[in-house]
């Protein structure tokens, strides 16, 4: 079966610091990867999603960045934190198949990052 | 693009009495539609979801609905169970599409 790891559960980082946040995927090859956050108490945001090594699709244009090494892995980066940065941070995969439903498969979400910028 | 709402925000009901939550979509060429269920401090579960080439589908006390002519959706949990206060949300996606556009959520509580 598949799972999803995402590190570290919970962060506090001063304003101005660099974040990494990881996540990877077990079970699955060539998943489709997302990174999203979401305020407290608000809905999802979507950041970033990758179609394979290396493809990045930015959705939000911020101080974030995210990178993906390995086929399963997904990294959500910032040189220098802000304030506004605070939040549940999200990664979720989704399986990619083909057939008359091919990118219709639904996205599974991770435990979460509790990121906290002071 | 596609646009999803969701109603209502908050929904308090007693416990055995059903809950009903519904979404609007924009893009009638959006055909899946999973809900997800979020408890507090934990990432969303998918709980349900249905293709556009069906009407209605059950797991046990939740249900969802489907009305394409209307581009709406629905989830209905029957019996409701304190377990079941969570914050709700319903997502759309496109054919071939790589994301999904999330409703802004709901949040149930069952009252003892």
């Known amino acids: 079966s598949q799972t999803i790891h995402q590190w570290p559960a919970t962060l506090v980082q001063p304003v101005g610091s660099p974040l990494s946040l990881e996540c990877t995927v077990e079970?699955?090859?060539?998943?489709?990867l997302y990174w999203y956050r979401q305020a407290a108490g608000r809905g999802l945001q979507l950041l970033f999603y990758?179609?394979?090594?290396?493809?990045i699709s930015s959705e939000v244009p911020q101080n974030l960045s995210a990178s993906r090494p390995q086929d399963r892995q997904f990294i959500l980066s910032s040189k220098k934190l802000l304030l506004s940065d605070s939040g549940f941070y999200l990664c979720a995969w989704s399986p990619i198949s083909g057939g008359p439903f091919r990118g219709t498969d639904t996205q599974y979400f991770g435990p979460g990052t509790r990121l906290t910028v002071l | 693009g596609e646009n999803v709402e969701q109603h209502p925000s908050t929904l308090s009901v007693q416990e055995g009495d059903s809950a009903v939550i519904k979404c609007t979509y924009s893009?009638?060429?959006?055909?899946?539609f999973p809900w997800y269920k979020q408890e507090l401090g934990k990432g969303p579960q998918l709980i349900i979801d249905?293709?556009?080439?069906?009407g209605e589908k059950k797991d046990q006390r939740i249900a969802v609905t489907l009305n394409k002519t209307a581009k709406h959706f629905s989830l209905h949990i029957t019996e409701t169970q304190p377990e079941d206060s969570a914050v709700y949300f319903c997502a759309a996606r496109r054919p071939r599409g790589q994301n999904f556009v999330f409703g802004p959520g709901t949040r149930l509580s069952v009252l003892p």
């Open positions: 893009d009638s060429a959006s055909n899946y």
């Open positions: 079970g699955t090859s060539n998943p489709n």
């Open positions: 990758s179609v394979g090594i290396g493809q």
């Open positions: 249905i293709r556009s080439n069906v």
